[in-house]
Each structure stands twice: as C-alpha cells, then as structure tokens.
C-alpha cells in the first residue's frame, strides 16, 4: 500500500509538470530556429554583423534611423555617422546610418529586427555558433570565397573551426546580398526556411543573384566599422579607437584598446522584451529608463515629435496690437499675421496636434485673404452701425467726418507701428529636440 502511494504521488508529480515543459522549451531557440534567423546576415563583414546584432536589440531606435535615412538618400558611409551624432539614438544604430540599403532591409523588417536581437540577447553564444554554422555551409556550396570585395579567412585551433569575414580594402565596405535559400546549398531544416529579404526594386544587385553573392557600390565607412567577435570567447568586443573618432560626445576609456559590449535596457524605449528570460532580466531597467526619458523630454518630444516654444507675454500683446491694427485699418501686418494665426489655430479647441487645423495660406496670398477678410467686417460694421443711425443726421455727419481722418492718418499709424522694433515672429518661433539620457557602451562580459 505504501509503494502504491508512492507510486501515485511521482505519477502526479509527473502530470503537474507535464504543461511546464512546452513553455520551458518555447524560452530557448533551436538550432533551426537560429540558423532560420541569422540566414539573412550571417555572410555580412564581421564588423558590420556585430553592429547590426546591437542595434538590433533597440528596435524603435532602429525604426527612426530608417525613416532618417530614407530622408537623406544621399548620405553614407563615415559621412551619414557624423551627421546622425546628435540623435537620440544607441550608438550602434548610428553606425548603421553608414548603409542604407542594410538600414533598407531591417526597415522592411521590423519583426525579423525584434526577433533576432531578442535571440543574440537570449543566447548570444548560439546566434554566434549559428553564424559559424552558415558560413561553413556556405564555403561548403561554393559560394563562399575570398573575391575583390571581401577577404574570407579560416582558421581551425582546438576542433573549431571559425571563419572570419573583413572587407578586401579597408577603407571601403561592401555590403553583401544573396539568398539564403540558395547560397548555403541543400537547407538541413524544411520545416524552418531561411527568411529572404531582396533587396529593393532598381538596387546595382536586384537582379543578379542565382545562387551566389552579389555586391552593390563600396561604402566609405571606417570610423564607423568600430564592432567585432571574439568567436573563441564569444565576445562582442568594441574598437576604442575607432569607435571614439566617430562617437565624440560618448567617448570610451582611452586607455582600453578593446572593451566588451554589453546591452543598456534604459536605451530599449517603450519595445518590451518578447523572451520571458531576457523581460525579467532587463524589463524593470527599460522601464525605468523609459520614464525617465519621458519626464526629461520637452512639450511636445514625447510624442516623438519637436519641441515648440509657447509665446510669451510680449509675443502675445505684438498678436494683440497686430490684431487691432487689423481691425481699424483692415491692412494685415507683414511677417505678423501669419505667426499670430498659427499660435491662435493651435490653442483653438480641437485645434490638431501640429495647428494645422484650417490651414491658411502663405505668402501674398496669406496677407490678400487677411486684407479681403478685414475688408468683409469693416462692411459689416459699416453696415450695422449704418442701420442702428438711421433717421439721427448729425450722429451720421459724425461718423463720416471720423472716418476721413482715420483714412487720412492710417499710413502713418502703419509705419509708425513697423518702425517701432515689430520684430518678424518667425524668427522667435521655433524649438529643437535635446539629448536624453546618455548612451552606455558597457565595460564587461554580459
């Protein structure tokens, strides 16, 4: 009887553990989730492939480096860094501002970018093995080789095999495209197909790639290419030096010639972790960091947008005068009236965000329909004062003998107001985004 209870409790036990296990697996990636994951970049320069594996752990910064560079076609290489150097964005996501056709693809991608940066912070160990894996693969194939764009070295120390990919000139990087359903050879795993993102429609490349590697043009980027792997440690380790001549305000300790990257949550913004291991790890950290970016965020930068200046008392007594100027003349101010109708629309109730409610017309045609606006309520006026005087001669003999002197003085008024320092209010106008918070590179292993 004793064994028979026994025997039921572990049968319990068993039964009770049993739904456990299916979400313990679901925290830790396969070997074939990973290879399905890494597919797409695992035959980027080393450095490079670092980089993106950082900043793609900072997806919403991500996601604004895209939109930047999608306004600024123009802009590469060690040239796009510096430009991007007063964003609010992880350093790792600056650098990419120096590739655009890769900031292209995780810009179509945004899911893939979430996913696999949540893996490398999961099991950055195994994202690292599963790179290794596909390059072996792909030298296995054929296509992967040293060329004019790209020098592939092999080195093997203790049964393992690592295969190092660094650009053939150092001054210029080439950013490789090739699909991965072909150029590792026979996929090993049917059931988890390596994801294809081609490149864009009219790209040097689009339509080059069969089975091999294409190239489009060399990327000017040194400074920039401050990343790499320590692939015996399995260490992200950063270029001091390097790194420091492109990120001038968020230096490194000099006196280190390499340092080891490690992820800063107050950095991630409102993306939470999808990995329930990584979530408890940094989630209160990003939280944190989150609030605090938001209370140190000006009026109007919380919502992403651009900090704007509210008007001041003297800004709006000048809104008052010009308005009353308007009124008795029906002769808008230059410069003016435009600024106090776009402070006005925005304060209205249910004025839009931007005060763009009922926009109103710029240039000449702004003042002409201010003038034809003021014209239309001097009529008005005219009109009903007209009719209230009816039949009372000398209130209207009154009334006309005021109105030519208010004609006959009107000019000077004007310049006499324009010349008493009516400032344009464009140039008093306006607000700028600030640096919150500061970048972290970390000092150590993960």
Partial sequence: MHRFQQLFAWCLALMLMAPLQPARAQTTLSQAQLDQLTAPVALYPDALLSQVLMAATYPADVAAA??????????????????????NWDPSVQSLAAFPSVLDMMGRQPQWVQSIGDAFLAQPNDVMDSVQRLRLQAQKAGTLKTTEQQKVVTQSSGGTTVVQIEPANPQVVYVPAYNPTTVYGTWPYPAYPPAYYPPPPGSAFATALVSGIGFGLGVAAVDAMWGGFDWHDHDVNINVNRYNNINVNQRLDVNRANVNWQHNPARRGDVPYNNAAVRGRYDQQRQAGLANRQASARPGERAGGTAQRQPSERDLARDRAAQSFEGRTGQAIPGHAGAAAARNEGTRPGAGSAGTRNPRPAGADHQRADQAAARERARNANRDS??????????????????????HHAPERAAGFN???????GGELGGGG???????????RR
């Fill in 434 to 444: 600030g640096r919150h918070g500061g970048e972290h590179f970390g000092h150590g």
């Fill in 66 to 87: 895209v939109q930047w560079s999608k306004a600024n076609p123009s802009l590469s290489g060690d040239a796009a860094t510096k430009a991007v150097a007063g964003q």
């Fill in 386 to 407: 007209a009719l209230r005087d009816a039949g009372n001669g000398e209130r209207v003999r009154q009334q006309t003998q005021r109105a030519a002197v208010s004609q």
């Fill in 419 to 425: 010349q008493g320092g009516m400032r344009h209010a």
